[in-house]
């Protein structure tokens, strides 16, 4: 209650009619400040296969070596989900098993599902779904959402309107991905498959009241210029309408259909990623700061304020890059490439989860969680734990 209102309570309240105190509470009520809702991680888990390939295993496939891989990467070592027993959904669903104990809840609990993965195991249904089956959980909604190396933090900003709004209470928001099914194999693709692996991770997201913790902002952004420099093309509907004659995809000429997917297709290896390095480089160091600063200045908070810096794994010089031009210490930011490669969606919550567990995230710390990615795609969320 205000000073001023105790005030006129205390004079002309005690002792006198119940009408001066029905008037006052009209009083009290019309300057009660509303409540302000934000959204919090109630529980976090994360899960990675059992299968590690090393850099020396996947000379096996390509011309490379731990040297080279580890020069332009960062990366020593990733992990591969099983040919067959495992899928992006079944990784999901024990990252969300361990994310939900935390939480104290149950899978009954959970109201809304929000899934992000590139790597789904149906082109359709979703994921989300199937997490939804495979956990038995009530007929709640579930989302999907695509927006690669940037997904957790598009996935997190959505979760986060439910909540605000009084939607749900409950929500969990799951990002895994499994690489390993469809990458290039062989010296022709070593750029890219070198760099991924497979992974997942989830948090669940509740309501919190009148506190400075929580979700502070996120911030979203992309640019669709560039969107062939970091793509998979094929399967896809594209026709090679956007790129002026250049051909991504040799279909067959039919009056109707046979276009997803054709012998020319596999045998031109159309039907896998793409990815110009050093273009996505360039770009990637100018909005990683970009929006982790964003987020900072729209929040009144400078780098000096950060606990720690949990920045999609894409490539571990990225990070040094954008720790040494934000002058950040070795202990403000965390990196774990070296161990898991890039597992895009699943990287921010991995790493995440794992900082939390080693104690490097405590009560009341400043986090920045930022990402980019293919579209170009670019997000931030600050938070306070």
């Not at 850099?55 to 040297?67: A, G, R, W």
């Not at 909540?163 to 390993?180: P, Q």
């Not at 009241?209 to 420099?229: M, Q, R």
Request: overall charge negative.
């Amino acid at each position: 209650m205000p000073t001023f209102v105790k005030f006129i309570f205390k004079k002309y309240v005690v002792g006198y009619y119940s009408t001066k105190i029905d008037f006052l509470y009209i009083i009290y009520l019309s300057y009660k400040l509303p409540v302000m809702i934000r959204t919090k991680i109630a529980g976090i888990g994360m899960y990675v296969p059992e299968n590690v390939v090393t850099n020396n295993d996947l000379l096996k496939y390509m011309d490379t070596s731990d040297e080279w891989i580890q020069e332009r990467t960062g990366i020593k070592e990733r992990r591969y989900a099983d040919r067959t027993g495992e899928t992006t959904t079944t990784m999901g669903v024990e990252a969300a098993k361990i994310a939900i104990e935390r939480a104290g809840l149950t899978n009954s609990d959970i109201d809304f599902i929000v899934f992000a993965t590139i790597c789904p195991d149906y082109y359709f249904p979703g994921c989300g779904v199937l997490l939804q089956r495979a956990m038995q959980m009530k007929d709640i909604g579930a989302l999907d959402v695509r927006n690669q190396c940037s997904g957790f933090i598009y996935a997190l900003s959505v979760a986060d309107q439910f909540i605000k709004t009084g939607m749900y209470k409950n929500i969990l928001l799951v990002a895994s991905e499994k690489h390993s099914f469809g990458l290039d194999f062989s010296t022709r693709g070593r750029n890219i498959s070198v760099i991924f692996g497979d992974g997942a991770g989830a948090v669940v997201l509740q309501p919190i009241e009148d506190t400075d913790n929580g979700i502070l902002s996120t911030h979203l952004h992309s640019d669709g210029n560039n969107a062939e420099i970091l793509a998979m093309y094929n399967p896809g509907t594209h026709a090679n309408h956007w790129m002026n004659g250049q051909k991504l995809a040799d279909f067959d000429d039919a009056g109707v259909g046979e276009m997803f997917m054709s012998h020319a297709m596999i045998d031109n290896a159309q039907n896998f990623p793409n990815m110009d390095g050093p273009a996505v480089f360039k770009v990637a160091v100018e909005k990683f700061p970009e929006v982790i600063l964003e987020a900072l200045n729209t929040n009144g908070y400078k780098t000096s304020d950060l606990r720690l810096l949990i920045p999609h794994q894409a490539n571990l010089r990225i990070s040094q890059f954008i720790q040494k031009k934000l002058r950040l210490s070795d202990e403000q930011v965390y990196n774990n490439i070296q161990q898991y490669g890039n597992t895009t969606a699943a990287s921010i919550p991995i790493a995440l989860c794992e900082a939390w567990e080693k104690g490097m995230i405590k009560d009341g710390d400043l986090v920045c969680l930022a990402a980019f990615g293919s579209g170009f795609t670019w997000a931030s969320a600050l938070l306070r734990w």
